[in-house]
């Protein structure tokens, strides 16, 4: 028989021109073909990117991208270069590429060739190009004009004046429309108005980057200078002041308490783990329509900045363990207690300075992870609703062989396949982006890429080119911090930065992929190589975090800090260190993460 199958999967093979997945049955010694359909995941590996200075950004990536997730991100991504010439940046934007969906990027300098990996000129002599360049001199008057407006502060006041609200409108008012009840017409400009969201959104998001890294930088600056503290310590101080990464777990607790105290309801729910809204609406109906509330307010946002993955809404065995948790309340009164030190340690003469750089910062930094949710993880994720819907027409006419293909086309594929654009070779785009993501994950490629350049010394530019650009390098090098050696400590597993304090003990669960979230149990501590703020609502189900990358301003660090969990980031190789099971002790005080015998 195996021989005769054999035979039959190389004649489908020839007809079909390529590698099919064949679905047969035997009888009576008769081979019968049921089905067959190109393999998706024959590996194929992509073409790497040439040239200096690529960086792999497993910072904000931890897996592959889907093509569709890269395509709008990359889409959006452009509203990068309008804000960085709005501030007088040294840099014009980034330059990013995928490969196999793993995303590289390098910088564009404001002036010669982002290829350049030679030293960048003495400080002297950029000083004096600065005032002979012309786009250098542009710059420095766009920078004049960005802090005589004090564009920092007046985006922080359009946001909350407008921004916020107005974002958060329009995505509640394309989330509220029922895709399946639209004309392909009426989908083609539902598309193209969320695809204008997106990029709006990402538009405002970097602007707010600006307020937030100068805010930082000023209470760093002040602290760093007089008492020479680290970053951990003074990010400590900001903990308890971002109520968006608590938001999904304040209105969680106010739902569990009603479940658990009303009979049968846990019950219905242990029973029925991957159907929770079916089991709540079998004991309380009223108590169906609040999750289904909490999932449209909070299931929706997209994971890994991805929009060809499923979110939190789509599941619903991870809901369901969520409301079963029993998260232990976030204590933050460390953050007073640690401003408190700051400021007794401080020269009397600087206390005054410190308290308005602290409320500033405090002011500001509510918004990291607010506008993130707001102007791009939801808009992320209603471009995965369009997609889910046109993979589900496209399939179905005959276009695609399965709905879920549309994820490893470009949002701008399926917008002409939807009008009706000649689409002969969508199967092939499916069969070949499906090899290169199979490629990528069985051979993750190079951290770097081609000779890396130094960023130039700006010490001699001038002010106002120094007072927009300082803030920003800053806060990159702080957000993505080089790893540092483990103590020499036999019990010592892995040493980081000290992301959030506090001590916990748990086994390890080890969460490589989206796909793995589901795996994630009460009291387990979390491995993975980075987090968005679509992991937040995860985060009670953990008893500490411990990551591969992430500084003490990253999303990890900050989510981590609002619920109380002990984190040490920026390990460099928690994944690949750590494994399921394995009894582990997090000290988030000091960035280390030991081995536990019982």
């Not at 592959?64 to 940046?89: A, K, N, Q």
């Not at 938001?247 to 479940?259: D, H, K, P, Q």
């Not at 987090?531 to 995860?538: E, I, K, Q």
């Amino acid at each position: 028989i195996a021989l005769a199958v054999a035979a039959e999967a190389k004649a489908v093979d020839a007809a079909f021109g390529g590698p099919q997945d064949v679905e047969w049955a035997a009888l009576d010694g008769t081979i019968w073909l049921v089905q067959a359909r190109p393999i998706t995941a024959l590996p194929v590996k992509p073409a790497a990117p040439e040239g200096n200075n690529w960086q792999k950004d497993t910072a904000h990536y931890p897996e592959p991208l889907t093509p569709y997730g890269w395509s709008v991100w990359h889409t959006c991504s452009e509203e990068i270069r309008v804000v960085f010439d709005e501030m007088g940046l040294l840099i014009r934007g980034l330059e990013e590429v995928c490969v196999g969906g793993e995303v590289y990027g390098r910088v564009l300098p404001a002036f010669g060739s982002p290829n350049s990996a030679g030293n960048p000129p003495p400080a002297a002599v950029l000083g004096v190009a600065s005032r002979l360049v012309p786009e250098l001199r542009r710059r420095t008057r766009t920078a004049r004009r960005a802090i005589e407006g004090n564009y920092v502060q007046r985006w922080v006041d359009d946001w909350h004046a407008h921004d916020r609200e107005a974002m958060a409108g329009r995505a509640a008012d394309l989330g509220s429309i029922d895709l399946a009840s639209l004309d392909d017409t009426d989908l083609l400009a539902h598309i193209d108005a969320t695809l204008q969201l997106a990029r709006d959104g990402q538009r405002i998001h970097f602007r707010l980057v600006m307020p937030l890294a100068h805010r930082m930088y000023r209470l760093h600056c002040l602290v760093t200078d007089e008492l020479g503290w680290d970053d951990p310590s003074i990010a400590t101080m900001l903990t308890g002041h971002s109520p968006a990464s608590r938001a999904t777990e304040a209105a969680m607790i106010r739902l569990r308490e009603r479940i658990r105290a009303t009979d049968g309801a846990l019950d219905a729910l242990r029973a029925q783990p991957g159907r929770p809204v079916q089991a709540l609406a079998e004991v309380d109906a009223t108590l169906a329509e609040e999750l289904t509330a909490w999932t449209a307010e909070h299931g929706w946002a997209a994971m890994n900045y991805d929009a060809g993955v499923p979110v939190l809404a789509e599941r619903p065995t991870m809901i369901t363990r969520l409301i079963l948790a029993e998260p232990q309340p976030a204590d933050h009164s460390v953050a007073d207690e640690t401003a408190g030190r700051a400021r007794h340690a401080l020269p009397a003469g600087r206390r005054a300075e410190f308290d308005q750089a602290l409320a500033d910062a405090r002011a500001v930094y509510p918004l990291r992870e607010d506008n993130t949710i707001i102007v791009g993880d939801r808009p992320f994720a209603l471009m995965r609703r369009i997609m889910l819907e046109a993979g589900r027409r496209l399939a179905a006419r005959g276009t695609l062989p399965a709905a879920n293909d549309a994820a490893y086309l470009h949002h701008d594929e399926i917008r002409d396949a939807i009008a009706g654009s000649p689409a002969e070779d969508l199967v092939n785009r499916v069969v070949r982006r499906r090899g290169e993501e199979a490629w990528a994950r069985a051979n993750p490629g190079q951290a770097y890429v081609g000779e890396q350049g130094s960023p130039p010394d700006i010490s001699r530019l001038p002010l106002a080119l120094r007072q927009v650009n300082e803030p920003i390098l800053w806060m990159v090098s702080h957000e993505y911090p080089t790893p540092t050696p483990a103590p020499d400590d036999a019990d010592v597993l892995l040493s980081g930065i000290a992301a959030s304090p506090g001590i916990a003990e748990g086994p390890v669960r080890v969460i490589r992929s989206h796909e793995d979230m589901h795996l994630l149990t009460d009291g387990d501590v979390l491995v993975c190589q980075a987090t968005s703020p679509a992991w937040a609502p995860l985060f009670p189900l953990a008893c500490a975090l411990v990551a591969d990358g992430g500084g003490a301003l990253s999303h990890a660090a900050i989510a981590a800090r609002e619920h109380g969990l002990p984190a040490t980031l920026g390990t460099g190789t928690a994944t690949a260190t750590l494994q399921d099971g394995q009894l582990v002790r997090v000290d988030g005080t000091r960035g280390l993460v030991f081995s536990i015998d019982r």
